[in-house]
């Protein structure tokens, strides 16, 4: 999962992006609405996390803009406006939540977790797929009920996978949703970590629960194919 904060108070801006990185999310962070908006066309997110206020660029603006092409990336707008007719014209410019300033960051996460979960409708923080499942919450994976120690980019790989099955999901995809832009993302790097996630799903299960088809990507199945 990966996610942009747009904030202008650059203390709270940095808190809410160490929290959220520590909550297992990769984070990009930027303080001004025309940085933003350079941001959110070059890179595919996840989910936005967008303050009104903003210099440049107003917050609005930058959210009608995104949503002229896209639906996907959900939005979240942080706003000390209390003002009613604020949050009504963010929803109705497409925003997915609003949050209030001042807020508690605990609340934030679980509005988070619940945005980002919600494309694969899914009732509790454990996303599942045969016998495996991962916990969104803990960033804690099993297999067979067995606790399964992962490094935290493999976490975010079986993450990714658990919330697209069904479809092969591209290495592309992953470095665009797993990997952040601070980290130089050359596919051998995913090659490695996920030959080592497949292994340690494999010594648990008995069989490689990753199907890897070349030219298509990688797909997670329920059992052995
Ligand atoms: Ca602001």
């Excluded at 108070?9 to 940085?35: H, I, P, Q, R």
């Excluded at 803009?65 to 009504?88: C, G, H, M, P, Y």
């Excluded at 997915?96 to 009732?123: C, G, M, W």
């Amino acid at each position: 999962m990966r996610l942009l904060i747009v904030e202008d108070e650059k203390k709270l801006c940095d808190t809410v992006a160490k929290s959220l990185y520590s909550a297992g999310y990769e984070v990009d962070t930027c303080y001004d609405g025309n940085e933003a908006s350079d941001y959110i066309m070059a890179e595919n997110y996840d989910l936005i996390v967008l303050d009104l206020n903003l210099p440049g660029k107003d917050g609005m603006e930058i959210l009608k803009e995104l949503r002229e092409t896209n639906e996907e990336t959900k939005v979240l707008i942080l706003s000390a406006r209390s003002q009613i007719a604020d949050k009504v014209e963010g929803l109705d410019a497409g925003a997915n939540d609003y949050l209030e300033k001042p807020f508690h960051l605990q609340e934030l996460e679980a509005r988070i977790r619940s945005l980002t979960r919600r494309k694969f409708v899914q009732k509790d923080v454990c996303l599942h797929c045969g016998e495996i499942k991962f916990n969104t919450k803990k960033r804690e994976a099993y297999a067979k009920d067995e606790f399964v120690s992962l490094t935290r980019k493999e976490n975010g790989i079986l993450e990714y996978l658990l919330l697209n099955q069904g479809r092969p999901v591209s290495q592309e995809e992953l470095i665009e949703h797993v990997w952040d832009a601070s980290v130089d993302s050359f596919s051998g790097s995913i090659r490695v970590h996920m030959s080592s996630l497949r292994k340690k799903l494999k010594a648990v299960l008995g069989y490689d629960p990753i199907i890897n088809k070349i030219g298509e990507g990688y797909t997670i199945v329920e059992k052995k194919q």
